[in-house]
């Protein structure tokens, strides 16, 4: 196989001739491919990204050796070899673990200067690696090729790139694509992300606010054309409502698109669905509809004892875009399950008047059991303003030891957290010793 003396012209041919004779070929070749000269490299890389793209049931086999070669070859040449790899295992399922474990290298590819085409199937790596840093990056490259969607490869790019938001970000994400100053879906967002990296969250934050209505308008075009408006009925709904007339139009296009696809009662029988993939779905989708079309089918989901955690806590997420504070609180009081009881009130105190909200989550958090602390932590926090330092200091004194010692370590990340003009006003609201007190818990 020595490529290197094959003259230029030919050298098509030839890469296509071992391709051609099958056997142990192609396994040879990759073998050897990081060895060649960056030219010969890349003419057989793109040999390869075009066969599997058309066989990619041949590949089957070789997923191994294409990762072994997807660390040697030169930079240049990953992207089509991760191309490849995209392409072999959307028909070979069982070899996702394999894919898994180039989530690096697909970032890689995200961030250079490959085509939309190749930056597609990078995308389809990333889900499959579930590398959620990849989320940031994902939304910028959406913001370029917004500029150019009429062209095939980047119309394709978004498409790919809003179902692998909803995969790796939830619900909350992709509404915030519509509209980035949505408090509903901010709080939601910061609910879901609870156990994600601060930074990734924060990152995220800043990069939704370059969004504006002309890109909340495409994608919810994007959605019109597609064939797979159904799952973002939410992020439709979040269109309908957003201050933007023309923003406004455009997603009650898609909503009557969405409304003759299916009907709550079609995809509430998918709640039975052997995949848990499918009622997840179905499960996200029906929170997109009014509370009394869908809230009796997501409570029932909510407390379904054989039914998945995430699949139940995305039922409570559902009800609490929809506003459905009684399912809520019927939910808190669930028996079966103290971390799906804990999740509903957490979800239901946001909903209420901010003073019975903040009662009703101190109550839960004083009272909930070590390990479900921390679930109804990120709850009052969540809630919780500068100005309520005053009734965290009245509720510290009024319970016993256990609670005041869980009390006095969340005021201490209430202070970290919350620090700034409003914070330091409510401390000098303090009597003078509750002042002296709080000060040898703030940062120096």
Known sequence: ??????????????????????????????????????????????????????????????????????????????AGILSAMADISERVEENDLIISGVGAHALTVLESDADFGRQTKAIEVVV?????????????LMIRAAAGVDNFQNYQFIETSLLALKKLGGESLIRLLVNPSSEAATRLLRL?????????????????????????????????????????????????????????????????????????????RLLNDSAGEVRLMAATSLGGF?????????????????????????????????????????LAVQPDSLQIAINAQG??????????????????????????????????????????LGMLIKYHAAGNTTQRERLIEFIRQFIDKKAGPRLDLALKKLAEPEQKALRLLMPA
Not at 6 to 34: H, M, R, T, W, Y
Not at 353 to 360: A, D, L, T, V
């Open 1 to 78: 196989m020595n490529l290197q003396k094959v003259p230029g012209q030919k050298l098509n041919d030839a890469v296509c001739d071992i391709i051609d004779a099958g056997g142990f070929s192609v396994a040879v070749l990759l073998e050897k491919l990081p060895e060649m000269p960056l030219n010969i490299q890349q003419h057989i890389v793109k040999k390869i990204e075009d066969f599997f793209y058309f066989h990619p049931e041949n590949g089957a086999k070789l997923l191994k050796r294409l990762k072994k070669a997807l660390d040697l070859v030169d930079h240049s040449c990953r």
């Open 128 to 140: 499959k690696a579930a590398e959620y840093s990849s989320i940031p990056i994902i939304i910028k």
């Open 192 to 268: 879901e992300w609870r156990r994600m990296p601060e930074n990734l969250l924060n990152e995220t934050f800043i990069v939704l606010q370059r969004l504006d209505t002309d890109f909340a308008q495409l994608m919810l075009k994007v959605i019109d054309l597609s064939d797979f408006n159904l799952p973002f009925i939410a992020m439709i709904n979040e269109g309908v409502t957003h201050n933007d007339k023309w923003v406004r139009q455009t997603a009650v296009a898609a909503m009557q698109k969405a409304s003759e696809a299916l009907n709550p009662e079609e995809l509430s």
């Open 290 to 330: 009014a509370a009394g079309q869908t809230g009796d089918i997501l409570e029932e989901l909510a407390s379904r004892q054989g039914e998945s955690r995430e699949i139940r806590l995305n039922a409570l997420y559902a009800l609490f875009a929809q506003k459905n504070l009684a399912a809520l609180q019927n």
């Open 347 to 388: 979800l239901a105190s946001l909903l209420m008047p901010h003073e019975e909200g903040m009662k009703s989550m101190l109550a839960a958090y004083c009272l909930a059991k070590a390990e479900l602390s921390g679930d109804a932590g990120h709850y009052l926090m969540e809630l919780a303003e500068p100005e309520d």
